[in-house]
């Protein structure tokens, strides 16, 4: 049966008219993750030019980011942590399950929270690792495969960006990047609480990423 | 399956990273049990990955890639090799151990126990609670200050806001005046998170106020 199904599938794309080919490709770019391939070659075969790209693309991103959250005296030591730790994870990462991208991100965000805790703290003190309350997509084998959700959100996650009011990208921004809470965006740019609630709302409205905050 | 979630806004700042551990717990534990707002998690965090990709990037020292491989050539240990991927203790087991109902309760009024352990985290300004009622036991009336997050740990309590099962995710505040039962044939215990403590609202209850010290 499989066989069966899967010939005519390809059947079907080899007789596909050129225009059909050609108006798929005038749809933007990122069917497919570029950066998944790569992490899955560091992963499988430790493929050392592989890390290098994926190096080169993320971490001026990620040295940003620790920049930007206030750690401007250890952003090259947050990528490092960063880098070390998608080495040595990168044969758990399954594509299926994060775009390449979304799980360096989550990489990221992880080590920056250990790197504040155990400034703050003794690890002996630490009962709960960061990563038993903030996970990456992957670590829990039991998680079914929702490849085509998750890779469909970040593509029409950064489509739909683009069309968003700077005001709106601005609050989500300080959010993500500045480790800033609602409130505390709301203090900085001295517009009140409900302001930044409703246009944080309004973003993620538009972003399809949210419509149910009703019980289901 | 669960009927109360956090919001969106309460996601993206536990996607962003930025709750405190024991916002963070409570958020971890209602999505281990809820597909749902794992998924609108996962859609969050490519949403962190987008923003991070479009805001500016910064050149890293010259030395960078070398110092890593350097770091890696010099600890194998750290070459990628599959992680045993053994079923990992939930947080909450770390935190209290197996059994939920056998710790050092402390009996309040009639129905109601409660359990501080705000001191297994550290720098938190929060307090944070357990608490169980009774199977069929009623809770005093009391409102909130501040904000109270509770996630429903075992049993199930009802309000005049509906029945909240296990695992089900609520927040209340200051508008809050609510006098909780425990339904079903079990327990009733909570973890709640307190950014100031409650308040009772009964005359008679008041002075025996067992939340405030």
């Known amino acids: 049966m499989m066989m069966t199904v899967q010939s005519s599938n390809h059947a079907t794309v080899k007789e596909r008219p050129v225009t059909t080919l050609e108006q798929q490709k005038t749809k933007p770019e990122g069917r497919k993750d570029p950066w998944g391939p790569l992490l899955e070659k560091v992963g499988k075969t430790q493929d050392r030019a592989a890390y290098h790209s994926l190096f080169e693309h993320f971490a001026p991103q990620i040295k940003y980011y620790a920049i930007s959250n206030g750690m401007a005296n250890h952003a090259e030591e947050l990528v490092q942590e960063v880098f070390i730790s998608i080495w040595r994870r990168s044969c758990l990462y399954d594509w299926r399950k994060a775009a390449a991208s979304t799980w360096i991100f989550t990489i990221a965000r992880n080590q920056r929270i250990d790197m504040l805790r155990k400034m703050q703290r003794s690890s002996a003190e630490m009962a709960i690792e960061t990563e038993d309350l903030w996970q990456i997509p992957g670590d829990n084998e039991d998680e079914p495969v929702t490849s085509l959700h998750r890779l469909m959100s970040e593509r029409r996650i950064r489509e739909s960006l683009s069309l968003l009011p700077e005001e709106q990208i601005t609050v989500i921004a300080k959010v993500y990047m500045e480790h800033k809470s609602h409130q505390m965006v709301a203090d900085e740019l001295q517009i009140p609480l409900g302001t930044v609630k409703s246009r944080v709302r309004l973003a993620l409205n538009k972003l399809k990423v949210i419509l149910q905050d009703q019980n289901v | ?172 505040n200051e508008q809050d005046e609510h006098k909780p039962v425990a339904v079903g044939c079990e327990d009733c215990i909570t973890l709640s998170v307190l950014s100031a403590p409650l308040k009772l609202t009964g005359t008679f209850t008041r002075m025996l106020n067992p939340f405030i010290r």
Do not use: Y
């Open chain 2, 1 to 172: 399956m669960t009927r109360h979630h956090p919001d969106s806004l309460t996601l993206m700042e536990f996607s962003a990273g930025n709750l405190s551990e024991p916002h963070a717990l409570c958020i971890r534990l209602h999505l281990d049990q809820c597909s749902h707002c794992r998924s609108r998690v996962e859609t969050l965090d490519s949403l962190g990955a987008v923003m991070m990709d479009q805001q500016p990037k910064v050149s890293v020292a010259d030395t960078s890639f070398e110092q890593l491989l350097a770091r890696i050539d010099s600890a194998p240990v750290e070459q990628p090799t599959p992680v045993a991927r053994t079923p990992r203790l939930s947080p909450l087991q770390k935190l209290l151990g197996d059994d939920i109902n056998d710790l050092p309760w402390k009996r309040q009024l009639g129905d109601v126990s409660v359990l501080d352990i705000t001191e297994k985290f550290p720098g938190q300004s929060e307090r944070v609670v357990l608490q169980k009622l009774v199977a069929g036991g009623k809770a005093p009336a009391h409102t909130h200050r501040g904000s109270e997050t509770t996630i429903v740990l075992q049993g199930a309590f009802a309000d005049q806001k509906g029945v909240f099962n296990q695992w089900d995710f609520v927040v209340l």
